[in-house]
């Protein structure tokens, strides 16, 4: 069974850049041509996707992040990491990693930005 | 960008009630739709995908229905594990987008 595991510091200060690995069991990153997703959620608030990045290394961003995020893998580890620059408080969420066209989840993790 | 618009934003109804959500895209998504459960504390669950085909384990008092613009979510007979709220999402351009989210309760 598939699973997935975001990790990282739950409090990151403004204008520093949040760091988070999303750790994967079961099967390796590197099996079948899967894209790797990063999702956020704000309180109370609906879904937003980041970007994402495939087996090959390429990968998309949402326009309104693009200029301060980077998501990449690490095979040797079996993980995807996600990069956001430059943070403010809006960037408060619970950060979710996601496969291929959502099938299978992280159960996410909660990251405030303040000083 | 593609908007998602669902109604209701919220929805309050009896155990055994046949519920459902609409999410209307902005532009033509043809079948590129998903829909979500999520109950609070936890990662959103797949239901639906391409627009009409039920996740595996899923319960089959879900379906789903449309194409283009406009899409829908059933629940046949609601029950009391269905709490939570419900949103669509749609992968047929990038950036990828989510509908608002309809909360469900039960009466």
């Known amino acids: 069974q598939l699973q997935l595991q975001e990790s990282g510091p739950g409090l990151v200060k403004p204008s520093q850049t949040l760091s988070l690995i999303c750790t994967v069991s079961g099967d390796s990153i590197n099996s079948g041509h899967y894209y790797w997703n990063w999702i956020r959620q704000p309180a109370g608030k609906g879904l937003e996707w980041i970007g994402r990045?495939?087996?090959?290394?390429?990968?998309n961003y949402h326009p309104s992040l693009k200029s301060r995020v980077t998501i990449s893998m690490d095979t040797s580890k079996n993980q995807v990491s996600l990069k956001l620059r430059s943070v403010t408080a809006a960037d408060t969420a619970v950060y979710y990693c996601?496969?291929?066209?959502?099938?299978?989840w992280g159960r996410g993790t909660l990251v405030t930005v303040s000083s | 960008d593609i908007q998602l618009t669902q109604s209701p934003s919220s929805l309050s109804a009896s155990v055994g009630d046949r519920v459902t959500i609409t999410c209307q895209a902005s532009q033509d998504i043809s079948h590129f739709l998903n829909w979500y459960h999520q109950t609070p504390g936890r990662a959103p669950k797949l239901l639906i995908y391409d627009a009409s085909n039920l996740e595996a384990g899923v319960p089959s008092r879900f379906s789903g229905r449309g194409s283009g613009t406009r899409f829908t979510l059933t629940i046949s007979s609601l029950q009391p594990g269905d709490i939570g709220t419900y949103s669509c999402q749609q992968y047929h351009n990038l950036p990828f987008s989510f509908g608002q989210g309809t909360k469900m309760e039960i009466k």
């Open positions: 990045v495939d087996t090959t290394g390429g990968s």
């Open positions: 996601a496969r291929g066209l959502f099938e299978y």
